[in-house]
């Protein structure tokens, strides 16, 4: 036992230590920093400095087109009377034909006294004249502002001259608010704050768990290989048994993980909790205290047995590679795996509960990214996370009676990769 951890703190001391691995850790540190603040990045650029700073959009009167001027001008009164939207619609010239107003609000741009403008063309059959907008800078939440405006212009010009009270006319155009809850067996449920919460740290939860898993792998395999390769390996036998330096190096790596993850977490958390981002939480409702904990607790689980998992199927790939230039394509079909889960999960957020996620929440080397995912955005019964977890436990064990067996083989075999033929033969001589 002593041996193991003597491997386990050699492999862990010597991937701390390692350049690349700081390097590595510090840069995605600070790319995670970086992307957190990013609003407060780009405010700091912003010439107004202010997300409710008024629009202001350009129309000019045109004498060839007189329909769409009328528009322009009641649109303008209707704004003006509706400070809240924060959309001022300004008329930048009167008379000419419709390419010399165009001049004018183009002109108008260049001297930024708008951001852009509308043009109104002749009346269609619903007696509403074709509206266009444009600007240099096609901004979707302006765009989308717009519409909503000038729908609702709409129905205020339908309603012309119907007797309706003020309470009607405020009924019809007030739009219905539905509210979402999404319900377990129990009746209880997640509002739409509580869900969106859930979806967030699901999806953060399934990205460090495929980046471990990635990351950890490829350090395991490539460990393994370069001793094999750097002849290492055949000193290393004669004072550490090979199941021992397996299961060891296994360890060693995932203490690395383990701690690389500490550190990423307690970056987001870090700058979760700076007093500019706290208050962009605020403003879209987001409540970090929303998470269900047992989510947490599922997800360090299937972390702990997903890393397993794959940890000894990269071990027992690294020892049958003789040089490091071979590793990237013999550990392809594993990463192809643990691709297949994450993209799986990644797609089905808006759909959680289709036959492919059911399926693939039972299927080890997808397990422990779909079924997170039910557990987090479904209700699925207990007898089902407690078979998946039944089925992952099984197959890390057998993966890793397999992988032991294969590792023992392969370490010594030097030359060209071995072929499975030549690996069975070999394994049958050794017993687990």
């Known amino acids: 036992m002593s041996k193991f951890w003597t491997v386990v703190g050699f492999t862990a001391r010597n991937k701390f230590r390692s350049k690349a691995f700081l390097i590595t850790t510090l840069i995605i540190v600070v790319i995670m920093s970086i992307g957190i603040n990013l609003p407060a990045i780009i405010s700091l650029f912003d010439k107004d400095g202010n997300d409710n700073k008024l629009v202001k959009i350009g129309y000019a009167t045109q004498s060839d087109n007189i329909p769409g001027s009328e528009m322009g001008k009641e649109l303008s009164d209707y704004l003006s009377n509706a400070p809240q939207l924060n959309v001022s619609l300004i008329e930048v010239g009167k008379g000419g034909n419709a390419e010399e107003a165009e001049a004018k609000l183009k002109a108008a741009i ?8 509308l043009l109104f063309g002749e009346k269609a059959e619903n007696g509403l004249p074709k509206v266009t907008y444009k600007a240099e800078s096609m901004n979707t939440t302006t765009m989308a502002m717009l519409e909503s405006i000038l729908n609702l212009y709409k129905t205020e010009a339908a309603l012309t001259g119907v007797a309706l009270t003020d309470e009607q006319r405020a009924m019809l155009l007030t739009p219905l608010a539905m509210e979402t809850i999404q319900i377990d067996a129990s009746g209880e449920g997640k509002d739409e704050a509580e869900l969106g919460v859930t979806i967030g740290a699901i999806t953060v939860i399934i990205l460090l768990l495929f980046f471990a898993i990635m990351v950890s792998g490829q ?83 299937y972390y702990f047995a997903g890393y397993f998992l794959y940890a000894t199927l990269y071990a027992a790939v690294g020892s049958i590679v003789s ?11 594993i990463t192809i795996l643990s691709l297949a889960g994450f993209y799986i999960a990644s797609f089905s957020m808006s759909n959680p509960d289709t036959m492919l996620v059911q399926v693939a929440s039972y299927v080890p080397f997808f397990s422990p990214f779909v079924m997170l995912l039910r557990i987090g955005l479904t209700d699925p019964p207990v007898w089902q996370v407690l078979l998946s977890l039944g089925i992952l436990f099984v197959s890390i064990y057998f993966g890793g009676w397999l992988s032991a067996k294969i590792y023992r083989t392969g370490v010594l075999m030097y030359g060209k990769r071995p072929t499975w033929k030549e690996l069975r033969k070999a394994m049958k001589a050794y017993k687990i």
């Open 110 to 117: 260049a001297e930024e006294k708008i951001s852009g403008y």
């Open 219 to 301: 350090m395991i395999a490539s460990e393994v290989t370069a001793e094999k390769s750097s002849r290492v390996m055949e000193v290393l036998i004669t004072s550490v048994p090979p199941l021992t330096q397996m299961f060891g190096k296994i360890f060693g790596v995932f203490i690395v993980g383990v701690s690389q993850v500490m550190i990423y977490v307690l970056t987001m958390f870090v700058n979760a909790r700076m007093p500019h981002n706290k208050e962009a939480f605020m403003q879209f409702n987001i409540d970090l205290t929303q998470i269900d904990p047992m989510i947490l607790v599922y997800a360090l689980v």
């Open 323 to 333: 040089r490091t230039e071979e590793l990237g394509q013999a550990v392809l079909p």
